[in-house]
């Protein structure tokens, strides 16, 4: 509806844009007449008459030209705020929908795909297709309704003047249309350096520590330079490229001006046409430039429209792996169960588990240990159903995981990633992304029980400090302590603590142990580690070597027998006498 409305108001705004020139040129074949008449009143008692009645008819058109202009301004208001509004709408829901789409699509996904292009897509792709689902639309129905307007008018003054004029206008629209191609090609290439510009600096400011300690700041600044000056030659060249343009473009406009005049004074000395019909046809011309112009830069933002769109649907037309196969809650606090499953990467074909068998009980602490790239934090992932067994299958309360509301699933699971991610907001908004509508005092005491409070108060502005991006104000075992917080205040069924104390001091470890053995001890905890910490005490304990178990049991079974896990106590103890 909107773009109907549109549609009416780009006809009504050309409507009254071409009834300036008419009034013009009235004004000035009336001047011309009454100047050629005056001779006949001058030094006769009509003369002040005949003056007034001149000057009254000039206000008269004046009025006439001021009326068209508050017109057609009030429909240039009213097409703007429908066409343009309604593209603005389109832009909203398609971000809107990238966004949502983005968010189910499953991990694999975002290993696969880098950042900087899925932030391309739904930031620079979606405004390339406003442009053209707003501004490319209304200047080609523009165009279409001022030269249809146009036309019509000059042909019915002159066939011969209107083809004169006209004569260049084409001219000018093919060489902008190659022009606007170099500078659309130019200009792809400035964005892309401009992103890699971006990432290097993005990646430089994020680890200046490591740029630092490394005494690396020459060679980046070198890098940094270099990378710069590859972006001035691009965009000099562009620079160049425009520069030729505009002067090319008045100059086509002067020449169609010139032929308009020309054509026009033998026309006139013919007697076909008035000295008005000249200035009326000039002005034409010139509402016609700017529509034959904008043929290229409508032709161009359509191609890259195009090419943004179909960028933008080869996102979403992928569909996520990890279905949601219910929206019925189910209770997931029974025990958990691993059957025969093995699992390889589908981004890279690694085989991370095999036919791993184990059973978790309702209310276990289970210790999973292991050397790096065992295969520890994979058995989570599936447990999160971030991707789906290969093979055998995962059971909660006897139902397959694949089976229940994966919504649920996740709610009821309190996961702390070893790699800690904070969000650049307040220690309080981390703490409470776990739980969103936690009261203050919540989030006071989960932060105590990760033994974090004591700290907070010491910040500037204590649980409304600013952590910066990723928590970069932050030391690694106070982010690790807002990750745990934030798992804490969630309350959920399972708890999984993902090698989450390796930055935290052994008094510390040992107040989030006690906490973790003592309230917690209703709940289900995994807890994957290096390390064995003193102050848990682990129903089950089960060691990971290549993807496959190796030992399960307890503390004193695995001691009674050699393997990884004595091995690695026993190594562990000696680094704590040295």
């Not at 000039?58 to 208001?77: D, R, T």
């Not at 043929?295 to 943004?308: D, M, P, R």
């Not at 006690?514 to 129903?539: A, C, M, Q, V, W």
Request: glycine content about 6%; hydrophobic content about 40%.
């Amino acid at each position: 509806m909107r773009f109907l409305f549109g549609i009416v108001f780009v006809c009504l705004v050309n409507f009254f844009k071409i009834l300036s020139p008419q009034f013009i040129r009235e004004a000035l074949d009336m001047v011309f007449r009454n100047l050629k008449l005056y001779a006949f009143y001058k030094n006769t008692d009509w003369e002040d008459q005949f003056v007034s009645d001149t000057s009254s008819d000039l206000v008269y058109f004046a009025g006439a030209i001021l009326l068209a202009a508050f017109c057609m301004s009030i429909f240039m208001f009213l097409m703007r705020q429908t066409i343009i509004v309604m593209s603005r709408f389109i832009e909203y829901d398609l971000r809107k929908e990238i966004f949502s789409h983005y968010e189910k699509l499953s991990t694999s996904f975002y290993k696969q795909n880098n950042t900087g292009d899925l932030m391309a897509r739904i930031s620079e792709d979606v405004s390339k297709v406003r442009n053209y689902l707003g501004p490319a639309v209304m200047y080609a129905i523009n165009l279409v309704a001022l030269v249809a307007f146009c036309v019509y008018s000059m042909l019915q003054v002159s066939t011969t003047l209107t083809l004169a004029s006209l004569l260049p206008l084409p001219f000018l629209s093919i060489m902008i249309y190659f022009v606007s191609s170099m500078i659309n090609k130019q200009s792809t290439k400035i964005q892309e350096k401009l992103s890699e510009l971006t990432s290097s600096a993005q990646e430089v400011f994020s680890g200046i520590r490591v740029v630092k300690s490394y005494v690396q700041d020459q060679p980046t600044h070198m890098h940094y330079e270099m990378e710069c000056e590859d972006y001035k030659k691009r965009s000099l060249k562009l620079a160049s490229i425009n520069a030729f343009f505009f002067p090319a473009m008045v100059l086509m406009i002067g020449t169609s001006t010139i032929i308009t005049v020309y054509v026009g004074g033998l026309e006139v000395a013919k007697g076909n046409i008035t000295t008005g019909n000249i200035a009326e046809f000039v002005i034409y011309v010139s509402m016609l430039t700017w529509p034959f112009t904008s043929i290229g830069w409508i032709a161009s933002i359509i191609q890259q429209a195009a090419a943004s769109m179909t960028r933008i649907n080869e996102f979403l037309k992928i569909e996520p792996e990890i279905q949601n196969p219910t929206q019925e809650n189910t209770q997931i606090d029974g025990d958990i169960v691993f059957e025969n499953v093995s699992f390889t990467y589908p981004e890279n074909g690694v085989q991370a588990l095999k036919n791993v068998n184990f059973t978790i009980k309702k209310g276990q602490k289970f210790a999973i240990v292991g050397p790096t790239g065992s295969g520890k934090t994979t058995i989570v992932e599936l447990l999160l159903r971030m991707y789906d067994v290969t093979e055998g299958r995962i059971l909660i309360n006897g139902q397959d995981i694949k089976t229940l509301n994966l919504d649920t699933l996740r709610s009821k699971i309190g996961y702390i990633p070893q790699d800690v991610f904070l969000f650049s907001d307040t220690v309080a908004e981390n703490i409470k992304f776990g739980k969103r509508n936690a009261s203050q005092d919540e989030v006071l005491q989960y932060a105590k029980y990760a033994s974090l409070h004591d700290e907070i108060l010491t910040l500037s502005d204590g649980y409304d400090t600013v952590v910066g991006e990723r928590g970069v104000t932050l030391s690694g075992g106070q982010k690790q302590r807002i990750s745990i917080a934030r798992a804490f205040i969630k309350k959920p069924d399972v708890y999984i603590l993902d090698d989450c104390l390796s930055a935290i001091d052994t008094k510390t470890e040992q107040k989030i142990a006690t906490y973790i053995d003592g309230d917690l001890s209703e709940k289900t905890s995994i807890i994957i580690t290096h390390r064995i910490y003193n102050g848990l005490k682990f129903d089950k304990i089960m060691a990971v070597m290549d993807g496959e178990i190796s030992q399960v049991g307890t503390h004193e079974e695995l001691m009674a027998m050699s393997g990884y896990y004595a091995d690695m106590l026993s190594k562990q103890t000696s680094e704590v006498e040295e």
